[in-house]
């Protein structure tokens, strides 16, 4: 990806200018994470020219304040670059107050604890299948084996898609998350919308009593406009799919090169909850947007209006200031107060379904794979853009 730049607004302290392309750290390939947790060194907030230019909040008090002031920083556009004028609001993601609550209530009543636990049989028969699929080989490449294609076969099930269709679907994901040439990603965007827009057209035909089902309903009610409905569909399965394929490949990663840690999860299962909730701190992956909504005075800084803010959601877990040893994983940690799914009116709903995920994932993983390590001399490699990625992770174990 080519990062355009920009000459540096008058307004901007020369101290606090750095040349950081966040699609292309130095050292992401190996570790996005350290390759990230450098910033630390500098200013707490600084501005790249790259990418448009935009402002990063480094700390995690910082990053914490800027999703909560819905005030001076409104979260349409989240991307950056900004996605193209006449592309769809990914919604709700793009939304603002008061406007968010009506879009998200479209979708919370399905995505709530209660509605989903009913679900986690199904997640495990599904785990269960694809790691015994696994196991005979004694070896893979986890993140095309197991870490997209569970998250995929999982969200057709949920939204009653056919099973046929996940090759396209697992297709479009990994191009868009992962795939360093832009022409492949907008494709693959491309192609997504036709596909959702065909399901939800489907739908206002035939509902069920589906997530993509309750959009149209509500989209008849007139609580959402047609496009708005696309652009949840958008939101719904790449956010479903995308950073639940991340923290497994990431907390798979870390596991395969520290053989107590998954020992210590298999003699005391108990504290498999404390544990994911230390994984998503350690591993976040989210590198969120937001724009100035008017001039104002933010932590000493000179903000303009439209200026961009990049909200490394990661950083924040890996901060100094907020947890003691951030680098180190440590299941028995005093508190795991992270903001791994977001903070403020735009926290993630999905996080009711990704802590199941990953959970029952290391239930059912560890007794059937005790012993793994990283293929004799093969390389993981990691990834740095909207969401921190492992792209490559090739295992081994004994059969």
């Not at 599904?126 to 893979?140: A, D, S, T």
């Not at 898609?161 to 992962?178: H, K, M």
């Not at 107060?337 to 059912?364: D, K, T, V, Y």
Request: aromatic residues 8%; charged residues 25%; proline residues 9%.
């Amino acid at each position: 990806m080519t990062s355009q730049s920009i000459a540096v607004p008058s307004h901007v302290p020369p101290g606090r200018v750095i040349d950081f392309d966040y699609f292309q750290v130095p050292g992401a390939n190996i570790d996005p994470h350290a390759a990230w947790k450098k910033l630390h060194d500098g200013p707490d907030i600084v501005y790249t020219p790259r990418n448009g230019g935009h402002w990063i909040a480094t700390r995690g008090d910082d990053i914490f304040a800027v999703m909560q002031d819905v005030e001076h920083f409104s979260s349409n556009p989240f991307s950056i670059p900004a996605r193209p004028a006449d592309a769809p609001r990914t919604v709700p993601l793009e939304v603002d107050p008061p406007e968010l609550q009506d879009m998200r209530s479209i979708v919370l009543r399905m995505l709530s604890p209660k509605a989903l636990f009913p679900l986690e049989p199904d997640i495990r028969a599904l785990v269960i299948q694809l790691l015994e699929e696994l196991r005979p080989r004694g070896r893979c490449e986890f993140v095309a084996d197991f870490g997209v294609r569970m998250p995929v076969e999982l969200f057709l099930r949920f939204v009653e898609l056919p099973s046929e269709d996940r090759g396209r679907v697992r297709g479009w994901v990994e191009d868009v998350a992962r795939n360093p040439d832009a022409a492949a990603q907008v494709a693959a965007q491309v192609a997504t919308h036709a596909y959702l827009s065909k399901v939800l057209e489907q739908r206002r035909r035939s509902p069920g009593k589906d997530l993509f089902s309750s959009i149209v309903a509500a989209e008849a009610e007139g609580k959402i406009k047609p496009d708005d409905s696309v652009g949840m569909a958008l939101n719904i399965l790449f956010g479903g799919i995308e950073t639940v394929t991340s923290g497994l490949s990431f907390i798979v990663r870390f596991l395969a090169d520290h053989p107590e840690h998954r020992r210590e999860l298999r003699e005391n299962p108990k504290l498999m909850r404390d544990a994911i909730e230390e994984f998503m701190r350690r591993f976040g992956i989210l590198n969120l947007g937001r724009t100035a909504a008017s001039d104002f005075e933010f932590r000493g800084v000179q903000i303009k209006k439209g200026d961009r803010m990049l909200l490394p959601i990661h950083l924040y877990g890996l901060d100094e200031r907020k947890f003691e040893r951030p680098m180190e994983v440590d299941f028995h940690r005093e508190h795991f107060r992270h903001i791994a799914f977001g903070a403020g009116p735009h926290r993630c709903l999905g996080s009711n379904l990704a802590r199941p995920e990953l959970r029952i994932f290391l239930e059912e993983w560890l007794p059937r794979f005790p012993e793994f390590s990283i293929a004799p001399g093969e390389t993981p490699k990691g990834h740095s853009g909207s969401a921190m990625a492992i792209t490559y992770l090739p295992l081994v174990w004994p059969t």
